[in-house]
């Protein structure tokens, strides 16, 4: 096996090789095995395991079913990189870095980096990145074995942690809640709803408010008990159905939030369509998502453009992209704003004839 020695790559005069040079350069964007390795401790729990003390490589093996030597080989990488410490030879403890991958740490960091949930599946999506580039087609059929939401549909373990991710968030969601003035509405629809993380956080600011929860059928039996526990699905009416077909009439306000990107042109162009049908010459679509469409945060936009890409064909758009595709749904852009957050919201009302 050929190695790679950092004393051969000095030459004579003791600077570094073009190989070193450009390592060091390219490290920092390069490695997969260290985030690989952060993966594999969030999934294996062990902050959790070693919450008490400094445990012995053999126990913590005990602990979360995993080979003793293996474990410690993990462990001894992540050190170098400053996640967890080896207090002495074998015993393994967390440190502040370590201690972000608790389970009940409020970031929800763990959940969003296990292997074994939707968070770690997103992000190995992005071994298939080669083909998207080569082909502008999403990774993640490639990688998987099914389209995005065909996948989801087929595995409902995944689908309840893609749902919950969606959920999750509390300020993020409420951050999207305070960010539109409700005041004139009476019944809102949110189309593509998820769970009802947000309607249940409208609703309950706007006690004399009635909602209308749509989404895919099994996401609308989560959302049915979501909005229950929470005391408020006496005023949601739950309709399971796709929002390319005809939408319920009659709403004041049809929200899409985080939809529209997920989707191409053509599909995001009908989705736009069905709610400006729905909301008539009388209500309003009201188009939530974040990431910089505004153009503030354009690293957060690139990377997440290039995330709906891989996973399922979508884009993140501009704000002009957005007066485009609405006008052809009929639709005219009559406010913008942005939130503290970061959430961009699209206030369209219907074209005049
Ligand atoms: C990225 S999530 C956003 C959920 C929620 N609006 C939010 O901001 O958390 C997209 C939502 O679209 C729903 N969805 C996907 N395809 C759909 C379809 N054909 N008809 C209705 N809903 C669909 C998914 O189930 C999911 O809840």
Redesign the pocket.
Known sequence: MAVTSTEDDHDEQGRPSAWEAAWEVLAPVTDLITPMAVRVAASLRLTDLMADDAVPVEELARRSDTNADALGRLLRHLVCRGVFTEREPGRFAVNEPAALLASDHPSGMRVRLDLGGFGGQMDLAFTGLLHTVRTGQPAWETVFGAPF?RYLAANPEMSVSF?AM??GGADYVADAARGYDWSGVRHVV?V???TG??LAEVLRANPDMRATL???PD?VDRGRQYLAERGLDTRCEFIG????DPLPAGGDAYVL???VH?WGDEDALLILRRCADAAGQHGRVIVIESHGSSGDHPAMFAEMDLRMLVLSGGRERTVEDYIAIAAEAGLDLADVHSTALGHVILDCTPLGP
């Not at 159905?241 to 390319?244: E, L, R, V, Y």
């Open positions: 939401w749902d969606m959920a949110d593509g709803g998820g993380a947000l749509v989404d895919l996401t159905q796709s929002f390319f939030r985080r939809v997920d």
